[in-house]
């Protein structure tokens, strides 16, 4: 999800430990245990040079309050090896506007060493007291869910959640219990209803699931209404290229809006 990743998830077109999973929680989680109508899933892969470069996903989330914001950060494909008092600070930036902030982990397929990963995750907690892990570029192919379910239980043991696992495609339904949400599309347009709640993923509740667009000029704004449906976790952004998420969309605050008014 990230350039410098050998195979991007967006040029993507055995028994298993379950992990124990989280209901959507955090500073922007409504109250009671019910869900939200979506979670606005946004990769934040700008560098907070300012306290200005983040604000308006601040004032977004103000404006649509009822919608939850999680934030993905990276600070060098991961939480990196140095301290970066930016990152700190947009962090924090972040966790007053009332945004869930999950750090940044890949696992390069189910290749990665589960020691690697668990160092990745406990950097996130220590360093830039992150509130939940994005497992980036997850498997899809069976083989490999107890790495998932393991990285998944050891960031739960922190103190973490959700975690959510991005393999940008239809994975195996082997995957399902290893973590707490899945990314099933993650491409340049939008995926259809059917592909949402259709085959195995109709066997599992929508807080399961999420999907992200981008390279998308305008919102597809019954789409986006309609897919609450099927799926907790939703971001569109017109970027594209290399790093389609370098700057937040120009219709972000309308994007929020949308799913906010299908209460």
Same mark, same amino acid.
């Given at each position: ?10 040029? +993507?077109?055995?028994?298993?430990q ?12 409504? /109250? ?40 993905? @950060?990276? @600070? ?12 700190? /600070?947009g ?20 290749r ?8 990745? =995750? ?6 830039? /007291?992150?509130?939940? =892990? ?20 050891? /960031? ?11 393999p940008g ?27 949402l ?8 509740? +929508? ?57």
């Amino acid at each position: 999800m990230l350039p410098g990743c050998a195979t991007p998830g967006w040029q +993507r077109g055995a028994t298993v430990q379950s992990a124990s999973r989280s209901q959507p929680s955090g500073p922007s989680a409504q /109250a009671s245990g019910s869900l939200p109508n979506a979670i606005a899933l946004v990769p934040l892969y700008s560098y907070p040079s300012n306290s200005s470069v983040w604000a308006p996903l601040v004032s977004g989330h103000q404006q649509a309050p009822s919608i939850p914001v999680d934030a993905i @950060v990276n @600070v060098d494909n991961g939480p990196g090896k140095k301290l970066d008092a930016n990152y700190q /600070a947009g962090v924090a930036q972040l966790h007053a506007g009332g945004i869930t902030v999950l750090g940044y982990v890949y696992t390069r397929y189910g290749r990665r060493a589960l020691g690697t990963i668990e160092h990745d =995750i406990e950097r996130w907690q220590q360093v830039y /007291a992150v509130d939940g =892990i994005f497992l980036d570029e997850m498997a899809s192919k069976k083989g490999h869910e107890s790495l998932y379910a393991s990285a998944t239980s050891y /960031a739960k043991s922190l103190g973490l959640a959700p975690v959510i696992g991005n393999p940008g495609t239809n994975p195996s339904q082997s995957y399902e219990p290893t973590v707490d949400a899945i990314v099933i599309w993650e491409n340049d347009a939008y995926p259809t209803l059917q592909y949402l709640g259709g085959g195995w993923h109709s066997k599992y509740d +929508r807080s399961h699931f999420g999907f992200i667009a981008y390279d998308q000029s305008s919102l597809d704004v019954s789409f986006d209404q309609q897919a609450e449906a099927y799926v907790l976790y939703e971001f569109v952004t017109n970027g594209s290229g290399s790093n389609p998420y370098a700057a937040l969309p120009p219709y972000l605050d309308q994007f929020l809006s949308t799913l906010q008014a299908s209460s």
